[in-house]
């Protein structure tokens, strides 16, 4: 079955409730908190390959207009986490969600804001 394309509003979208449950889900956390919790660990990891996912869907020339952004990284890291997933340092997922994702959702919410 072939789907049409989705509106890239519904790909960021897609990115911005991502990154809201994995704000939600590490609110209050430290970093042993999070390396001792698993079903957290699950659940984040699962929204950034959402992210990575939605980040890599997004139409060429939407992604080319917008190069700040960082899309590359965030498909990236999904690749890394479907297919090494068993070899996930922890560590690196805390920085990522720690650090980098604030500034990625910064740039897609200004991107999304000015779309709709």
Not at 78 to 88: G, N
Request: aromatic fraction near 8%; proline fraction near 5%.
């Amino acid at each position: 079955m072939i789907r049409a394309p989705r509106d890239p509003n519904v790909y960021l979208k897609d990115i911005l409730q991502a990154i809201a449950s994995i704000e939600t889900y590490t609110e209050g956390m430290s970093f042993e908190d999070f390396a001792e919790d698993r079903k957290t660990q699950d659940a984040v990891v699962r929204n950034l390959e959402v992210i990575g996912e939605a980040a890599k869907r997004i139409p060429d020339d939407v992604r080319t207009a917008h190069p700040k952004i960082a899309w590359r990284p965030a498909a990236a890291m999904r690749d890394f986490l479907i297919h090494d997933y068993p070899e996930v340092d922890v560590q690196a997922v805390w920085d990522t969600i720690k650090t980098d994702i604030l500034s990625f959702k910064a740039a897609v919410q200004e991107l999304y804001d000015k779309r709709n």
